[in-house]
């Protein structure tokens, strides 16, 4: 029963997603940028941002950094203006890519155990040299994947009319997501047949994660 329900409240977070993301394209094409869809737009990001901020660090680093948020985009509205205030609708994509290329890069570092290669250990324990070799090219790809994101988005919003970037930013970017996570498992399991972990290892990993984190903290 509470798998079940797990998978529910997962279902609903999912459509919850696709439906803000549809929202979004729509007002941002619509072209009519006042408070109101900006509010539409922005506060339920920069919630998430301020939520997940404060779980790693805390509620002063949180408010700090959603406060630059904000700032960010009042300031794109009044140096750019519209059609270019468009961009502040694009700030949850290229926060979020941005964060997220960040996030696999930075373990790519000398000294560094490559993220994935973090995920495959926990899963499996010790791993051969040529597992440790392609989850790091992996975390290579899905840190060039991110960084591909947001120069793609640059350029459509640069170069494209804007209905063809907001398709890209809002309707393209899970879908893209979901179809390099098949296309890296399809390999993997045709490849390594006996490291078949798949996202909800990861999401595992993260969860247990954050929860020693929040164990460490209170003591």
Partial sequence: MRSRGKFVVA?????????????IHKVTVAGEFTPASAAIVLVPFIVGVGWAIALELG?????????????LGLAAVSVFGFPHSAITFGLPHLVTNLFLMGVFARTLRLGR????TTIARRVHGSLKPEIES???TITIAWSL???????????LFSFAPLEIWSTFINLLNGPLIILMFVCEYIYRVLRY??????????????SRDTAESKSTKAQ
Wanted: glycine share 4%; net charge positive; hydrophobic share 60%.
């Fill in 145 to 155: 994947f991110f960084a591909a994101q947001v120069a793609v988005s640059v350029a």
């Fill in 59 to 71: 509620l002063r680093p949180a408010a700090l950094i959603t406060a630059g948020l904000v700032l």
């Fill in 113 to 116: 155990e490559p993220l994935i």
């Fill in 193 to 206: 047949r006996e490291h078949r972990s798949s996202i909800f290892s990861a999401l595992h990993f993260f």
């Fill in 134 to 136: 392609y989850t790091r």
């Fill in 11 to 23: 279902i609903a977070v999912v459509l919850a997603f696709l439906g803000y993301q549809f929202l």
